[in-house]
């Protein structure tokens, strides 16, 4: 299984080769010398101010959203910048990535919980992995108002143009090794 993800800064001038913007302390495009130490990467989201407590659900949708995607990625910090309806950025807060499932429950209006995303998760990725026994593209799908998750062989071999052959050489390189 492959992730990805892009990364929208990190907050430490000091490593690696860095630009920096001295008005909000943020660097981007840096990795630390040493490949050991962790890289200290910062998300950057955007979301209307909450206003009522339909604006409130909306943001704690999106919360779940930040929160998966950047703790997959190990990101500890996520930045969200409040705009106006006419699109001004109002406000800024900083998250800890770790602390966004209890800030939901405590604070919020409880619409998702963290260790019942991750179990689902674990689950799901397992029965996937039971699933799909073969080599090929497969393809997962849920249709529109139903539950069912549906999993089929698309293609025998190949990977659909989804990887390019100069990344599939350099992992079965890296494979090797």
Same mark, same amino acid.
């Given at each position: 299984?492959?992730?990805?993800g892009?990364?929208d800064?990190g907050?430490?001038?000091?490593?690696?080769?860095c630009y920096?913007?001295?008005?909000?302390?943020?660097? =981007?495009?840096?990795? &630390?010398?040493n490949k050991?130490?962790? %890289? $200290?990467w910062?998300e950057?989201? /955007?979301?209307?101010?909450i206003?009522?407590?339909?604006?409130?659900?909306k943001?704690?949708?999106?919360l779940?959203?930040?929160w998966?995607?950047?703790f997959?990625?190990g @990101?500890p910090?996520? %930045?969200?910048?409040?705009r106006?309806?006419?699109?001004?950025?109002?406000?800024l807060?900083e998250?800890? /990535?770790?602390?966004? &499932?209890?800030?939901?429950?405590?604070?919020?209006k409880? /619409?998702?919980?963290? $260790?019942?995303?991750?179990n689902?998760?674990?689950?799901?990725l397992? =029965?996937?992995?039971?699933?799909?026994?073969?080599?090929?593209l =497969?393809?997962?799908r849920r249709r529109?108002?139903?539950?069912?998750?549906e999993?089929?062989? @698309?293609?025998e071999?190949?990977?659909?143009? %989804?990887?390019s052959p100069?990344?599939?050489? =350099?992992?079965?390189?890296?494979?090797?090794?």
């Open positions: 299984m492959i992730i990805g892009e990364v800064a907050t430490d001038s000091s490593i690696g080769r920096d913007c001295a008005y909000c302390g943020i660097v =981007w495009d840096c990795k &630390p010398d050991d130490d962790p %890289i $200290n910062v950057l989201k /955007t979301s209307a101010l206003e009522s407590d339909r604006d409130m659900f943001y704690e949708r999106k779940l959203k930040f998966i995607q950047s997959l990625l @990101v910090k996520i %930045i969200v910048g409040f106006s309806k006419m699109g001004i950025l109002e406000r807060e998250l800890e /990535t770790s602390r966004i &499932p209890g800030i939901v429950k405590k604070s919020g409880g /619409t998702w919980d963290g $260790n019942l995303c991750i689902f998760t674990a689950a799901f397992d =029965w996937l992995k039971q699933t799909i026994t073969s080599e090929g =497969w393809r997962i529109e108002r139903t539950s069912v998750i999993v089929y062989k @698309v293609e071999t190949g990977t659909g143009d %989804i990887l100069e990344f599939i050489a =350099w992992r079965t390189r890296n494979l090797e090794v």
